[in-house]
């Protein structure tokens, strides 16, 4: 199949707030390509046009490993089909698995129309790959009886990011730790992919801590509506809608008002008064820098942005590192770019990196409060469903080839 594709330049914003909002309908009826996680994605980023191009797509290969993707009606599952596409992942049959009430639905990819089929114990048979986001009550019953069967799962669930001896990868950090896991060896395997705030952050702190050991990095994060999924985003947007014509909000998904506001992640307090997003951050960072002794601390906020997360990351160092330096290994840094014009004040904003595979740094400047050079603050933004959550995934299968 011969794709053309062309972006023309970005246009001015414009939003209409009177639209009617997305029914259950308009939203079933979504392919990969006009996902309910993309339905405010056609928004113009500040960002340089793609040129006019053309590539013959080679993804079916007979050849291949067979996929599944689990959860592909959801927002994640949905983009994992943009990234295969996007990336031209080779596969020789994917399976397209979703909850009983999902199955029937067609789901377009690669140019075909699949049925969605109920998820089983039966539906990894001949499976090589599986990509699963259907939360960890999902990951926990289906995940292990696959793996049994000879599938390697990636998962995007939390179910066993800290089980030890599971494999939690960012693949441009540490690739070591799913060595001996491929396609073909005749094993299955469970990987885990990181939490969507671990993931962005570490993308921009890591290559700074390979060259100067962290030893303490604080963490604020102001995490978008995508996070939460599409009824979410769908959320925001209405409450944005409703607000602005003097109505009260519609408070279904946080219970609270979230257009014009921001408010503690909504995920459980625990015993120690930390959330367990902010857990994840601390536990996570350890786990894949194989540092129990770093210490981290997190506070994560939820904002009123439609996709990708921002974070505020204060870091100090064993060694010194001073701004310039880490500007020059950020540079370099695979999945990174800079952002950091202080005389025009621009830095990375949400819009920057929305629908982008890397992950954007700015605010690059010595931490003050610290005597000489060892400490930094860094601001760090990336697409939380994009980088967050689908790429990493894929990337993670790619090294499975």
């Known amino acids: 199949v011969l794709n053309f594709f062309y972006q023309p330049p970005p246009k001015s914003l414009s939003i209409s707030l009177t639209a009617s909002p997305l029914t259950a309908a308009t939203m079933a009826t979504f392919t990969h390509q006009?996902?309910?996680?993309?339905?405010?994605?056609?928004?113009?980023?500040?960002?340089?046009?793609?040129?006019?191009?053309?590539?013959?797509?080679?993804?079916?290969?007979?050849?291949?490993?067979?996929?599944?993707?689990?959860?592909?009606?959801?927002?994640?599952?949905?983009?994992?089909?943009?990234?295969l596409s996007d990336r031209d992942?080779?596969?020789?049959?994917?399976?397209?698995?979703?909850?009983?009430?999902?199955?029937?639905?067609?789901?377009?990819?690669?140019?075909?129309?699949?049925?969605?089929?109920?998820?089983?114990a039966e539906s990894f048979d001949g499976v090589d790959i599986a990509l699963f986001s259907a939360g960890g009550s999902i990951s926990k019953e289906f995940g292990p009886?696959?793996?049994?069967?000879?599938?390697?799962?990636?998962?995007?669930?939390?179910?066993?990011?800290?089980?030890?001896?599971v494999p939690l990868v960012i693949p441009e950090v540490n690739p070591e730790a799913m060595k001996g896991i491929k396609v073909g060896?005749?094993?299955?395997?469970?990987?885990?992919?990181?939490?969507?705030?671990?993931?962005?952050?570490?993308?921009?702190?890591?290559?700074l801590h390979h060259h100067s050991k962290v030893k303490r990095m604080v963490v604020s994060t102001y995490q978008a509506a995508s996070g939460a999924g599409a009824a979410a985003m769908e959320e925001l947007v209405q409450q944005t809608r409703e607000v602005l014509e003097g109505k009260p909000p519609?408070?279904?998904?946080?219970?609270?008002?979230?257009?014009?506001?921001?408010?503690?992640?909504?995920?459980?307090?625990?015993?120690?008064?930390?959330?367990?997003?902010e857990m994840k951050?601390?536990?996570?960072?350890?786990?894949?820098?194989?540092?129990?002794?770093?210490?981290?601390?997190?506070?994560?906020?939820?904002?009123?942005?439609?996709?990708?997360?921002a974070e505020s990351v204060n870091l100090q160092f064993?060694?010194?590192?001073?701004?310039?330096?880490?500007?020059?290994?950020?540079?370099?840094?695979?999945?990174?770019?800079?952002?950091?014009?202080?005389?025009?004040?621009?830095?990375p904003t949400p819009l920057d990196v929305s629908n982008k595979d890397d992950v954007a740094v700015g605010r690059i400047r010595r931490d003050v409060s610290q005597d000489g050079n060892f400490g930094l603050d860094i601001f760090v933004c990336g697409d939380q469903i994009r980088k967050g959550a689908a790429l990493n995934a894929v990337q993670i299968a790619e090294m499975l080839l």
């Open 250 to 277: 519609t408070c279904n998904i946080f219970g609270q008002q979230y257009a014009f506001n921001l408010f503690s992640h909504n995920a459980p307090i625990l015993d120690n008064g930390y959330n367990e997003e």
């Open 318 to 347: 064993e060694s010194p590192l001073d701004e310039n330096t880490a500007r020059e290994i950020l540079k370099k840094a695979p999945g990174v770019y800079i952002i950091d014009d202080r005389a025009s004040n621009t830095f």
């Open 185 to 207: 060896m005749g094993k299955g395997a469970l990987i885990a992919n990181p939490n969507c705030s671990t993931i962005i952050c570490l993308m921009a702190v890591t290559p």
């Open 34 to 83: 006009t996902t309910q996680t993309h339905f405010l994605s056609r928004l113009p980023l500040r960002a340089k046009p793609r040129a006019f191009a053309s590539r013959v797509k080679m993804s079916l290969q007979e050849s291949a490993p067979s996929l599944a993707v689990v959860g592909v009606t959801g927002a994640v599952g949905q983009e994992f089909l943009s990234v």
């Open 145 to 165: 009886p696959a793996a049994e069967k000879g599938t390697i799962v990636v998962d995007n669930s939390s179910a066993f990011r800290m089980v030890e001896g």
């Open 89 to 120: 992942f080779p596969y020789s049959s994917v399976k397209m698995l979703a909850s009983k009430r999902s199955a029937g639905k067609r789901v377009a990819f690669d140019g075909r129309d699949y049925t969605v089929e109920e998820l089983t």
């Open 281 to 309: 951050l601390v536990k996570e960072t350890r786990k894949i820098w194989n540092d129990t002794e770093v210490k981290v601390t997190a506070t994560c906020i939820r904002v009123p942005v439609m996709r990708a997360h």
